[in-house]
């Protein structure tokens, strides 16, 4: 089992950029691949980014391709989302999630673990 607690939301204007971090309980943090969704208010929690476990194999949402830029430590038991050139649109709930099975996914009822989530606004 894995606890992921999520940090780094805030208040920022479109363009700007912000840095989250996912920073994950346990030892076996490297045998997860873990993911990026975010869910808008009245909206269904849809995926931005995944990673493998070793950090080479990303995959990314068409929305935020080119913007943001998933990766991770395994040292220090945490992943982290670069947002770069923010848009109102971008504004939600950010949540990391780890997924136990093998292979890439970018659905939500396929990651085991979730954390709480953080803000992000972006105002235009």
């Known amino acids: 089992q894995v606890q992921l607690v999520e940090s780094g939301g805030g208040l920022v204007q479109a363009g700007d950029s912000l840095r989250l971090s996912c920073a994950a309980s346990?030892?076996?943090?490297?045998?997860?691949?873990m993911g990026w969704f975010r869910q808008a208010p009245g909206k269904e929690r849809v995926f931005i980014a995944t990673i493998g476990r070793s950090g080479i194999s990303t995959d990314y949402a068409e929305s935020v391709k080119g913007r943001f830029t998933i990766s991770r430590d395994n040292a220090k038991n945490t992943v982290y989302l670069q947002m770069n050139n923010l848009k109102p649109e971008d504004t939600a709930v950010y949540y990391c999630?780890?997924?136990?099975?093998?292979?890439?996914?970018?659905?939500?009822?396929?990651?085991?673990?979730w954390g709480q989530g953080t803000q992000v606004t972006v105002s235009s």
């Open positions: 346990g030892r076996t943090f490297s045998s997860y691949r």
């Open positions: 999630a780890a997924r136990t099975a093998w292979g890439t996914s970018n659905r939500v009822n396929e990651y085991d673990y």
